[in-house]
């Protein structure tokens, strides 16, 4: 069964830069993982990224022109680059598949942002 692992979430202060990586363990089709979600607290997950094909790129208009999403193939990793991140930014970040086919979700990294 495939497994998401996410890493790089951190707590950062408004104005900075985060990158966040993700993997597909167990997963025998190379990228595997083409979307980033974030869940805030209380809210519902919401679409952040999706790199759906190719090089298509698909932004949520909350984050265009300060996150960027990437695909790194020779480590197979789907990348989330975050500059001038904001309070509202803080969530969980995940990675899952685009559009979403029922793969379980993955533990999350936590994105903290605040003075």
């Known amino acids: 069964q495939v497994q998401f692992v996410e890493s790089g979430g951190d707590l950062v202060q408004p104005g900075g830069s985060l990158a966040l990586s993700c993997t597909a363990s167990g997963s025998i089709q190379l990228n595997y993982a083409k979307a980033w979600f974030r869940q805030a607290p209380g809210k519902s997950r919401e679409l952040v990224a999706a790199m759906p094909d190719g090089h298509r790129t698909i932004y949520s208009d909350s984050v265009k022109g300060r996150f960027t999403i990437s695909r790194d193939n020779a480590k197979d990793t789907l990348d989330l680059q975050m500059n001038s991140l904001r309070p509202e930014d803080t969530a969980v970040y995940y990675c899952?598949?685009?559009?979403?086919?029922?793969?379980?979700w993955g533990q999350g990294t936590q994105v903290t942002v605040t003075v």
């Open positions: 899952n598949t685009f559009p979403l086919n029922n793969s379980p």
